[in-house]
Protein backbone atom coordinates (compact mmCIF):
# COMPACT_ATOMS: atom_id res chain seq x y z
CA UNK A 1 0.00 0.00 0.00
CA UNK A 2 1.40 2.96 -1.13
CA UNK A 3 1.61 6.81 0.78
CA UNK A 4 -1.51 7.69 -0.87
CA UNK A 5 -3.88 4.94 -0.16
CA UNK A 6 -2.91 4.77 3.20
CA UNK A 7 -3.72 8.64 3.09
CA UNK A 8 -7.20 7.70 1.50
CA UNK A 9 -8.03 5.09 3.86
CA UNK A 10 -7.26 7.58 6.84
CA UNK A 11 -9.75 10.01 5.57
CA UNK A 12 -12.06 7.06 5.06
CA UNK A 13 -11.64 6.05 8.55
CA UNK A 14 -12.15 9.61 9.68
CA UNK A 15 -15.57 9.82 7.91
CA UNK A 16 -17.02 6.67 8.75
CA UNK A 17 -16.06 7.64 12.77
CA UNK A 18 -17.52 10.99 12.59
CA UNK A 19 -20.88 9.70 11.17
CA UNK A 20 -20.84 6.76 13.27
CA UNK A 21 -20.90 9.23 16.60
CA UNK A 22 -23.07 11.85 14.81
CA UNK A 23 -26.19 11.55 16.42
CA UNK A 24 -28.35 13.86 14.36
CA UNK A 25 -30.34 12.62 11.79
CA UNK A 26 -29.54 13.54 8.17
CA UNK A 27 -33.03 15.34 8.03
CA UNK A 28 -32.37 17.24 10.93
CA UNK A 29 -29.06 18.72 10.07
CA UNK A 30 -30.14 19.35 6.36
CA UNK A 31 -33.32 21.65 8.11
CA UNK A 32 -30.59 23.00 10.48
CA UNK A 33 -28.56 24.30 7.55
CA UNK A 34 -31.30 25.63 5.07
CA UNK A 35 -32.95 27.29 8.26
CA UNK A 36 -29.29 29.05 9.15
CA UNK A 37 -29.01 29.97 5.38
CA UNK A 38 -32.45 31.63 5.81
CA UNK A 39 -31.45 33.73 8.76
CA UNK A 40 -28.22 34.79 6.82
CA UNK A 41 -30.47 36.44 4.06
CA UNK A 42 -32.80 37.55 6.22
CA UNK A 43 -30.42 38.97 8.97
CA UNK A 44 -28.09 40.82 6.97
CA UNK A 45 -30.54 42.50 4.85
CA UNK A 46 -32.91 43.47 7.61
CA UNK A 47 -30.11 44.89 10.25
CA UNK A 48 -28.34 46.66 7.26
CA UNK A 49 -31.11 48.33 6.62
CA UNK A 50 -32.06 49.24 10.00
CA UNK A 51 -28.98 50.76 10.45
CA UNK A 52 -28.88 52.90 7.02
CA UNK A 53 -32.46 53.68 8.11
CA UNK A 54 -31.42 54.96 12.06
CA UNK A 55 -28.49 56.53 10.67
CA UNK A 56 -30.24 58.81 8.22
CA UNK A 57 -33.45 59.44 10.51
CA UNK A 58 -32.64 62.90 11.92
CA UNK A 59 -35.11 62.77 14.06
CA UNK A 60 -33.85 58.97 15.84
CA UNK A 61 -30.28 60.15 15.46
CA UNK A 62 -30.90 62.62 18.14
CA UNK A 63 -32.61 59.79 20.65
CA UNK A 64 -29.85 58.43 22.77
CA UNK A 65 -31.57 54.94 22.37
CA UNK A 66 -31.39 54.90 18.80
CA UNK A 67 -27.62 54.48 18.97
CA UNK A 68 -27.98 50.71 21.67
CA UNK A 69 -30.49 50.27 19.39
CA UNK A 70 -27.48 50.34 16.48
CA UNK A 71 -25.64 48.43 18.69
CA UNK A 72 -27.80 45.87 19.08
CA UNK A 73 -28.33 45.64 15.15
CA UNK A 74 -24.33 45.11 14.81
CA UNK A 75 -24.59 42.51 16.89
CA UNK A 76 -26.58 40.73 15.23
CA UNK A 77 -25.33 41.62 11.68
CA UNK A 78 -22.05 40.64 13.05
CA UNK A 79 -24.03 36.90 14.11
CA UNK A 80 -25.58 36.56 10.68
CA UNK A 81 -22.33 37.37 8.92
CA UNK A 82 -19.48 35.53 11.10
CA UNK A 83 -21.51 32.44 13.13
CA UNK A 84 -24.62 31.76 10.75
CA UNK A 85 -22.41 30.94 7.40
CA UNK A 86 -20.32 28.21 9.62
CA UNK A 87 -23.00 26.62 11.29
CA UNK A 88 -24.87 26.03 7.91
CA UNK A 89 -21.46 24.96 6.54
CA UNK A 90 -21.33 22.38 9.90
CA UNK A 91 -24.64 20.86 9.47
CA UNK A 92 -24.26 20.69 5.70
CA UNK A 93 -21.16 18.72 5.68
CA UNK A 94 -21.83 17.25 9.65
CA UNK A 95 -18.42 17.85 10.74
CA UNK A 96 -16.06 21.02 11.00
CA UNK A 97 -14.21 21.84 8.28
CA UNK A 98 -12.69 25.06 8.87
CA UNK A 99 -9.92 24.22 10.92
CA UNK A 100 -8.57 24.91 14.35
CA UNK A 101 -8.12 28.60 14.41
CA UNK A 102 -11.82 29.30 13.03
CA UNK A 103 -12.62 26.35 15.36
CA UNK A 104 -11.27 28.59 18.65
CA UNK A 105 -13.11 32.10 17.23
CA UNK A 106 -16.30 30.72 16.12
CA UNK A 107 -17.41 30.52 20.46
CA UNK A 108 -15.41 33.69 20.92
CA UNK A 109 -17.98 35.17 18.47
CA UNK A 110 -20.72 33.66 19.47
CA UNK A 111 -20.87 34.08 22.77
CA UNK A 112 -19.78 37.27 22.69
CA UNK A 113 -22.40 38.52 20.66
CA UNK A 114 -25.08 37.05 22.80
CA UNK A 115 -23.41 38.90 25.73
CA UNK A 116 -23.43 42.05 23.74
CA UNK A 117 -26.95 41.69 22.38
CA UNK A 118 -28.05 41.12 25.96
CA UNK A 119 -25.98 44.02 27.56
CA UNK A 120 -26.99 46.13 24.68
CA UNK A 121 -30.69 45.70 26.35
CA UNK A 122 -29.54 46.73 29.84
CA UNK A 123 -28.06 50.16 28.29
CA UNK A 124 -31.81 50.07 26.72
CA UNK A 125 -33.52 49.45 29.54
CA UNK A 126 -31.63 51.42 32.20
CA UNK A 127 -31.81 54.65 29.22
CA UNK A 128 -35.62 54.00 29.26
CA UNK A 129 -35.86 53.64 32.87
CA UNK A 130 -34.10 57.41 33.84
CA UNK A 131 -35.97 58.58 30.94
CA UNK A 132 -39.49 57.67 32.51
CA UNK A 133 -38.29 57.57 36.84
CA UNK A 134 -35.73 60.34 37.02
CA UNK A 135 -36.03 62.66 34.10
CA UNK A 136 -34.21 65.45 35.47
CA UNK A 137 -30.77 63.22 35.15
CA UNK A 138 -31.45 61.74 31.56
CA UNK A 139 -29.91 64.76 29.70
CA UNK A 140 -27.03 65.19 32.08
CA UNK A 141 -26.06 61.15 31.83
CA UNK A 142 -26.50 60.97 28.13
CA UNK A 143 -24.58 63.30 26.39
CA UNK A 144 -22.64 62.09 23.40
CA UNK A 145 -19.34 61.06 25.03
CA UNK A 146 -21.46 59.30 27.75
CA UNK A 147 -23.17 57.55 24.93
CA UNK A 148 -19.88 56.23 23.33
CA UNK A 149 -18.40 55.42 26.90
CA UNK A 150 -21.66 53.40 27.68
CA UNK A 151 -21.49 51.74 24.30
CA UNK A 152 -17.89 50.99 24.34
CA UNK A 153 -18.11 49.53 27.57
CA UNK A 154 -20.76 47.14 26.64
CA UNK A 155 -18.44 45.53 23.98
CA UNK A 156 -15.46 45.42 25.86
CA UNK A 157 -17.12 43.54 28.66
CA UNK A 158 -19.49 41.11 26.48
CA UNK A 159 -15.93 39.70 24.58
CA UNK A 160 -13.83 40.43 27.55
CA UNK A 161 -16.00 37.42 29.03
CA UNK A 162 -14.43 35.16 26.80
CA UNK A 163 -10.90 36.13 26.32
CA UNK A 164 -10.00 33.39 29.66
CA UNK A 165 -11.04 30.93 27.39
CA UNK A 166 -9.50 31.94 24.32
CA UNK A 167 -6.28 32.73 26.08
CA UNK A 168 -6.82 28.66 27.37
CA UNK A 169 -6.46 30.62 31.24
CA UNK A 170 -9.79 28.90 32.41
CA UNK A 171 -10.87 26.63 30.21
CA UNK A 172 -10.51 26.51 26.34
CA UNK A 173 -12.43 26.89 22.89
CA UNK A 174 -12.59 23.80 20.74
CA UNK A 175 -14.48 21.21 19.17
CA UNK A 176 -16.76 18.84 20.45
CA UNK A 177 -16.50 15.68 18.57
CA UNK A 178 -19.73 14.27 19.59
CA UNK A 179 -21.92 17.10 18.38
CA UNK A 180 -19.05 18.53 16.09
CA UNK A 181 -19.45 21.90 17.13
CA UNK A 182 -17.23 24.86 18.14
CA UNK A 183 -17.62 25.23 21.85
CA UNK A 184 -16.58 26.30 24.84
CA UNK A 185 -14.78 22.97 26.89
CA UNK A 186 -12.87 22.00 30.05
CA UNK A 187 -9.53 22.19 30.84
CA UNK A 188 -7.92 20.69 33.65
CA UNK A 189 -11.43 19.80 34.84
CA UNK A 190 -12.23 23.43 34.68
CA UNK A 191 -14.71 25.21 32.23
CA UNK A 192 -15.81 29.31 33.02
CA UNK A 193 -19.50 28.00 31.44
CA UNK A 194 -21.35 28.91 35.09
CA UNK A 195 -19.34 31.99 35.26
CA UNK A 196 -20.41 33.60 31.66
CA UNK A 197 -24.27 32.48 32.82
CA UNK A 198 -24.13 34.21 35.74
CA UNK A 199 -22.21 37.36 34.52
CA UNK A 200 -23.49 37.15 30.95
CA UNK A 201 -27.11 36.01 31.07
CA UNK A 202 -28.35 35.73 34.68
CA UNK A 203 -27.37 39.33 36.16
CA UNK A 204 -28.15 41.16 32.96
CA UNK A 205 -31.51 39.58 32.85
CA UNK A 206 -32.53 39.89 36.43
CA UNK A 207 -31.48 44.26 36.38
CA UNK A 208 -33.45 44.30 32.94
CA UNK A 209 -36.17 42.55 34.57
CA UNK A 210 -36.10 44.97 37.38
CA UNK A 211 -35.64 48.22 35.87
CA UNK A 212 -39.01 47.26 33.86
CA UNK A 213 -40.58 46.50 37.26
CA UNK A 214 -39.41 49.77 38.37
CA UNK A 215 -41.11 51.22 35.23
CA UNK A 216 -44.41 49.60 35.23
CA UNK A 217 -44.65 50.85 39.10
CA UNK A 218 -43.84 54.33 38.26
CA UNK A 219 -46.52 54.23 35.24
CA UNK A 220 -48.97 53.39 37.10
CA UNK A 221 -48.15 55.82 39.88
CA UNK A 222 -48.27 58.19 37.55
CA UNK A 223 -51.47 57.51 35.47
CA UNK A 224 -53.63 56.95 39.02
CA UNK A 225 -52.25 61.15 39.97
CA UNK A 226 -53.59 62.05 36.66
CA UNK A 227 -56.84 60.29 37.22
CA UNK A 228 -57.23 61.58 40.59
CA UNK A 229 -56.97 65.21 39.48
CA UNK A 230 -59.17 64.88 36.13
CA UNK A 231 -61.89 63.49 38.93
CA UNK A 232 -61.87 66.85 40.51
CA UNK A 233 -64.10 68.32 38.01
CA UNK A 234 -61.76 71.64 37.36
CA UNK A 235 -62.45 73.36 34.01
CA UNK A 236 -61.67 76.78 34.33
CA UNK A 237 -59.54 78.73 31.89
CA UNK A 238 -56.27 78.01 33.46
CA UNK A 239 -56.34 74.64 33.44
CA UNK A 240 -57.49 74.60 29.38
CA UNK A 241 -54.55 76.47 28.80
CA UNK A 242 -52.25 74.04 30.15
CA UNK A 243 -53.51 71.59 28.90
CA UNK A 244 -53.45 72.73 25.89
CA UNK A 245 -49.72 73.73 26.32
CA UNK A 246 -48.79 70.23 27.26
CA UNK A 247 -49.94 68.40 24.18
CA UNK A 248 -46.82 67.64 22.85
CA UNK A 249 -45.65 66.55 25.99
CA UNK A 250 -47.68 64.25 26.23
CA UNK A 251 -47.43 63.21 22.44
CA UNK A 252 -43.52 63.00 23.32
CA UNK A 253 -44.53 60.96 26.84
CA UNK A 254 -46.46 58.37 24.46
CA UNK A 255 -43.95 57.97 21.86
CA UNK A 256 -41.22 57.29 24.74
CA UNK A 257 -43.73 55.00 26.77
CA UNK A 258 -44.16 53.24 23.22
CA UNK A 259 -40.36 52.74 22.34
CA UNK A 260 -40.44 51.10 25.88
CA UNK A 261 -43.03 48.96 25.32
CA UNK A 262 -41.02 47.90 21.60
CA UNK A 263 -37.71 47.04 23.83
CA UNK A 264 -39.39 45.14 26.41
CA UNK A 265 -40.85 43.06 23.62
CA UNK A 266 -37.62 42.61 22.14
CA UNK A 267 -36.30 41.54 25.82
CA UNK A 268 -39.05 39.09 25.95
CA UNK A 269 -38.58 37.69 22.49
CA UNK A 270 -34.99 37.18 23.16
CA UNK A 271 -35.59 35.19 26.30
CA UNK A 272 -38.14 32.94 24.37
CA UNK A 273 -35.50 32.35 21.53
CA UNK A 274 -32.90 31.66 24.32
CA UNK A 275 -34.49 30.08 26.98
CA UNK A 276 -35.25 26.85 25.69
CA UNK A 277 -31.87 25.99 24.14
CA UNK A 278 -30.46 26.88 27.78
CA UNK A 279 -32.47 24.62 29.36
CA UNK A 280 -32.11 21.82 26.89
CA UNK A 281 -27.86 21.89 27.23
CA UNK A 282 -29.00 21.23 31.39
CA UNK A 283 -31.29 18.82 31.26
CA UNK A 284 -29.99 16.92 28.20
CA UNK A 285 -26.40 17.32 28.44
CA UNK A 286 -25.62 14.14 26.67
CA UNK A 287 -27.99 15.01 23.54
CA UNK A 288 -30.65 12.15 24.11
CA UNK A 289 -32.51 14.01 22.00
CA UNK A 290 -30.63 15.43 19.16
CA UNK A 291 -33.35 16.87 16.89
CA UNK A 292 -35.28 18.45 19.95
CA UNK A 293 -31.46 20.25 20.29
CA UNK A 294 -31.57 21.63 16.53
CA UNK A 295 -34.73 22.87 17.18
CA UNK A 296 -33.48 25.12 20.23
CA UNK A 297 -30.91 26.04 18.45
CA UNK A 298 -32.79 26.99 15.27
CA UNK A 299 -35.36 29.15 17.89
CA UNK A 300 -31.70 30.81 18.88
CA UNK A 301 -30.56 32.07 15.34
CA UNK A 302 -34.37 33.23 14.80
CA UNK A 303 -32.96 36.05 17.56
CA UNK A 304 -30.58 37.84 14.80
CA UNK A 305 -33.94 38.47 13.03
CA UNK A 306 -36.93 39.04 15.23
CA UNK A 307 -35.83 42.35 16.05
CA UNK A 308 -36.55 43.61 12.56
CA UNK A 309 -39.87 42.15 12.79
CA UNK A 310 -40.98 43.90 15.88
CA UNK A 311 -39.14 47.07 14.62
CA UNK A 312 -41.58 47.29 11.96
CA UNK A 313 -45.18 46.13 13.57
CA UNK A 314 -44.95 48.41 16.67
CA UNK A 315 -43.04 51.45 16.51
CA UNK A 316 -44.33 54.50 14.40
CA UNK A 317 -41.23 56.17 14.35
CA UNK A 318 -39.04 53.21 13.28
CA UNK A 319 -41.48 52.83 10.21
CA UNK A 320 -41.76 56.16 9.28
CA UNK A 321 -37.47 55.76 8.95
CA UNK A 322 -37.53 52.63 6.81
CA UNK A 323 -40.73 54.48 4.40
CA UNK A 324 -38.07 57.38 4.05
CA UNK A 325 -35.10 55.50 3.25
CA UNK A 326 -36.78 53.36 0.92
CA UNK A 327 -38.76 55.89 -0.44
CA UNK A 328 -35.11 57.48 -0.66
CA UNK A 329 -33.72 55.27 -2.09
CA UNK A 330 -36.70 54.96 -5.12
CA UNK A 331 -36.47 57.84 -5.86
CA UNK A 332 -32.96 58.11 -6.27
CA UNK A 333 -33.01 55.00 -8.37
CA UNK A 334 -35.88 56.86 -10.58
CA UNK A 335 -33.66 60.13 -11.27
CA UNK A 336 -30.78 58.36 -11.87
CA UNK A 337 -32.46 56.16 -14.64
CA UNK A 338 -34.18 59.48 -16.11
CA UNK A 339 -30.61 60.80 -16.35
CA UNK A 340 -29.52 57.84 -17.85
CA UNK A 341 -32.50 57.87 -20.48
CA UNK A 342 -32.26 61.44 -21.23
CA UNK A 343 -28.37 60.96 -21.74
CA UNK A 344 -28.55 58.33 -24.51
Not at 88 to 95: G, M, T, V
Not at 129 to 136: C, E, T
Request: hydrophobic fraction near 45%.
Amino acid sequence: MNLSEVVDAGIAATHEVTNSTNPYPRAATIAAASCAILFIVLGVVGNLITIFALCTSRKLRMHATTWFVLSLCISDLIFCVVNLPLTASRYIHESWIHGITLCRLFPFFFYGNVATSLMSMVAITINRYILIAHYSWYDKLYRKWNIIAMISFVWIFSFAMMTPPLLEIWGTLGLDSTSFSCTILKKDGKSPKKFLFIFGILIPCAVIIFCYSCIFFRVRKSRLTLLAHGNNGLGDGNNQKSNFLSTSQKRLRRDDLQLTKMMLLIFCCFVICFLPLMILNILDYDTVSPTIHICGSILAWSSSCTNLIIYVLTNRQYRKAYEELLCRRKATDRQSHTASRSGT
